[in-house]
Nanobody
Framework: QVQLVESGGGLVQAGGSLTLSCAAS????????MAWYRQAPGKQRELVAA???????NYADSVKGRFTISRDNAKNTAYLQMNSLNPEDTAVYYC???????????WGQGTQVTVSS
């Protein structure tokens, strides 16, 4: 299996920045996707950003221009740089590793991001 360890969450004032990290224990499949999701209380979990092994990215409209997803394949680690944060970004952020070809998914435990006004 693949275990994911997340870090970087915390409390930040509106307009500030945070960087989240997600380290995978291993990456057996060469073609895979790492992604960040978030879930606010009482709301559905939503995709924030995703990145493939080759570097192709996808972002939710709400974070385009503010968030940047990246990955270091040698370290099996994904990052989410979050700038210009606002209170609407407050949520638990989850890392996901998945391999579409074999329908495999692994989820991180989640890290809390709280943005105060």
């Amino acid at each position: 299996q693949v275990q994911l360890v997340e870090s970087g969450g915390g409390l930040v004032q509106a307009g500030g920045s945070l960087t989240l990290s997600c380290a995978a224990s291993r990456s057996i499949f060469r073609i895979n996707v790492m992604a960040w999701y978030r879930q606010a209380p009482g709301k559905q979990r939503e995709l924030v950003a995703a990145i493939t092994t080759s570097g192709s990215t996808n972002y939710a409209d709400s974070v385009k221009g503010r968030f940047t997803i990246s990955r270091d394949n040698a370290k099996n680690t994904a990052y989410l740089q979050m700038n210009s944060l606002n209170p609407e970004d407050t949520a638990v952020y989850y890392c996901r590793y998945y391999v579409p070809e074999v329908n495999f998914t692994s989820w991180g435990q989640g890290t809390q991001v709280t943005v105060s006004s």
